[in-house]
C-alpha cells in the first residue's frame, strides 16, 4: 500500500476514535454518491455529521484543513443530500473538518465543527 494510502487509513482510523471518544457515533464511514465520498457521516444527538478529515506530516505548504477547496465542499452537499433522502432524514446535519498532522514526536487532532456550509 501507497505511503498516502498508509497515511489516510491512520488518519481515518484516530478521527473515527476521537469522535467516539467525543460522544459521536458513527453512522457510515467512506459513504459515496456519484463522484463524492464523505469520510465519516457520525451523529451527535439529533444532529447528523458531514465530516472531512485532512491529514499531512508537516505544515511546510500549510494547515491540513486549508486543502479543502470549493469543488471538494460542493461534492460534500451532494453527498450529504444524497444520505439525507436515503436515509429519510429531516433533523439537522453540518459539516465538519478533522485535520490530523503527524510530527516526528506527537500527532496533532483537530475538530473544527461547520468547517463550511
Known sequence: ???HLRLGKKAEYLATDFLRKH???IRDKNYRSGPAEVDIIAQKTKRLHFIEIKSKHSLRFGEPEEQIGKGKVRRYHQAAESFQLEEKWHGEIQFDT???TFFPQ???IEH???AFS
Open 23 to 25: 460522544g459521536y457515533y
Open 98 to 100: 478533522i485535520s490530523i
Open 112 to 114: 473544527f465543527e461547520d
Open 106 to 108: 506527537a500527532v496533532k
Open 1 to 3: 500500500m501507497a505511503k
